[in-house]
């Protein structure tokens, strides 16, 4: 059974810092590239970062980009995002997810909530 499971999510204040987690499970992590995307009530979910299998390319919205950093550990089939410099427009449901490279994600985790305040 394949699992995708966030954490590190949690309140902090703009300027704060956090850093998030996947570990996965049920699947070969080195055969998957890797993303984080993230949704707010109303909205549609939104791309924020990925990073390929062999993590030697990674990919940024331009809104994160320079504040939020993506990289994966292969030893512990886990990828994080580190968040840097957040801002309240960062406050959303963030989700991690696999894809085998055509650019659809074919697992999807449970989602982890980020709450930045003014």
């Known amino acids: 059974q394949v699992q995708l499971v966030e954490s590190g999510g949690g309140s902090v204040q703009a300027g704060g810092s956090l850093r998030l987690s996947c570990a996965v499970s049920?699947?070969?992590?080195?055969?998957?590239?890797m993303g984080w995307f993230r949704q707010t009530p109303g909205k549609e979910r939104e791309f924020v970062a990925a990073?390929?299998?062999?993590?030697?390319?990674?990919t940024y919205a331009d809104s994160v980009k320079g504040r939020f950093t993506i990289f994966r550990d292969s030893a512990k089939n886990t990828v994080y995002l580190q968040m840097n410099s957040l801002k309240p427009e960062d406050t959303a449901i963030y989700y991690c997810a696999a894809s085998l490279g055509d650019s659809s994600y074919n697992y999807w985790g449970q989602g982890t909530q980020v709450t930045v305040s003014s």
């Open positions: 049920g699947l070969s992590f080195s055969r998957y590239d």
């Open positions: 990073i390929t299998r062999g993590g030697r390319s990674t």
